[in-house]
Structure formats: C-alpha cells, structure tokens
C-alpha cells in the first residue's frame, strides 16, 4: 500500500475516533441529564449543566393569593402578558 494512502487511511480512523468519542460525551455529559431533569418536572440550563426546581414566587415573598376574585384577575393579567385571549369573567 502507498504510503499516502496508509497515512490517509489513519487519518480518517483517527476523526471517526475522535468525533465518536465527542457524541458519547456530549450524550451522556448534557443530553441524558437534561432529559432527566426535565422529566423531573425541573428547569435544565445547559450551559452550566445544572438542574434547577422553580421556586414560586409566593413562597419567596410569603404572600398567598387566597381570594378567589384577586386569583381570578391574576390569572388574567398573566395571560394577557402571554399574549393570550382573556376568558371573560
């Protein structure tokens, strides 16, 4: 065999080999925790790989909404800020 070709040939081995290794790390490194955190219910950020559980807001500041007209016009605040159709009241 022509030593161009040999050289070559380990070339291209040597790629497969390495762009092997960089998808089995990438799976098993970001894809498959993500995947896990996610059907945890939790927040999954990739860049830092870290699995983050919401925290609602009512715990931080301790107030609870616990009239049904105030839940109400929250409700339909936030879904106004979405974009979506208010229900009528």
Known sequence: MNRTIKRLMLIFVGAFALS?????VYQVGWVI?????????????WRGRTCAHPVLISDITGRVIDND???????????KARG??????
Request: glycine content about 6%.
């Open 84 to 89: 979506e159709t208010v229900p009528a009241p």
């Open 20 to 24: 092997t290794v960089a998808v089995i």
């Open 69 to 79: 007209a105030q839940r109400k016009a929250a409700k339909a605040a936030a879904a």
């Open 33 to 45: 925790p993500g995947q896990r955190c996610e059907s945890n219910g939790d927040w999954w950020d």
